[in-house]
């Protein structure tokens, strides 16, 4: 559960413009917290909670395994996908009916065009820091890494080099009632050096956001919600309900 930082200064007595100065941050950062679209990081938590007037203790967040976002690459599961792709081949080429060019054109799209595009990079998230496992941009040179000739690329990303991170909801526009393809939620992770990198939430982390998130201030990271998407979460509302109204 988040600490409502938010509720803490408005009950703490000073305006604003006081918490301001005696948090050293902008009178637009205090609004943020007061709205729930700001959290801060450990070391500015701990200056809030001292206009707390009940007692409140900073415990560090419980991580008993690795968040992952993303499928790790089983070599199992390649083949089992070439294999398919060798089917389809077949079935759309009439079984032999065809030219073998025609049944070889197929195939070799399939290996290189669709094969790759069902794979995607992956992560882990835990109290070290973020490591990405990355594949190329060549579709050759992917499909040699699903085949595990070639290694995946691999970076870790301490917290020291994180700056700070957007919560991020995207609705996605339907195409019918029967669609039910669910939105996008993201992490937009902006690192000191100004580079950014989008981590897609799987269905199933959602539920475990508001943890993550706080292993991120946790460990000195700033998090923005304009969306105000933690506070939905920790009140338990459905995401998909509150933005998209029209479908509740």
């Known amino acids: 559960m988040l600490i409502d930082y938010g509720e803490i200064l408005k009950t703490s007595g000073f305006s604003n413009q006081e918490l301001s100065n005696r ?74 009916y065809q030219p073998f060019w025609v049944f070889l054109l197929v195939l070799l799209i399939g290996l290189f065009v669709t094969l790759p595009s069902c794979f995607n990079d992956y992560w882990l998230i835990n109290r070290d820091g973020l490591k990405i496992n990355a594949f190329s941009s060549s579709s050759t040179t992917k499909l040699t890494q699903l085949l595990h000739i070639i290694p995946l690329t691999q970076r870790t990303i301490s917290y020291q080099d994180i700056d700070h991170i957007n919560v991020i909801y995207r609705t996605r526009p339907r195409t019918g009632p029967f669609d039910i393809n669910p939105d996008i939620l993201q992490l937009i992770c902006t690192l000191k ?8 939430l799987n ?36 995401l998909f309900q509150k933005f998209n109204p029209k479908f509740s």
């Open 193 to 200: 050096n100004n580079q950014e990198l989008s981590i897609n």
């Open 23 to 96: 948090l050293g941050i902008s009178i637009a950062k205090v609004e943020l917290i007061e709205n729930k679209q700001f959290y801060p990081n450990e070391s500015l938590a701990q200056k809030i909670i001292q206009f707390s007037k009940q007692k409140v203790n900073l415990t560090p967040p419980v991580v008993a395994d690795d968040f992952q976002f993303g499928q790790p690459i089983k070599l199992r599961r390649v083949i089992f996908s070439i294999i398919f792709i060798i089917f389809v081949s077949f079935l759309f080429t009439g079984f032999g």
């Open 203 to 238: 269905v199933s982390l959602e539920k475990n956001l508001l943890t993550l998130i706080r292993v991120f201030t946790y460990q000195g990271v700033d998090v923005y919600d304009q969306q105000r998407v933690l506070l939905a979460l920790t009140k338990k509302e459905n």
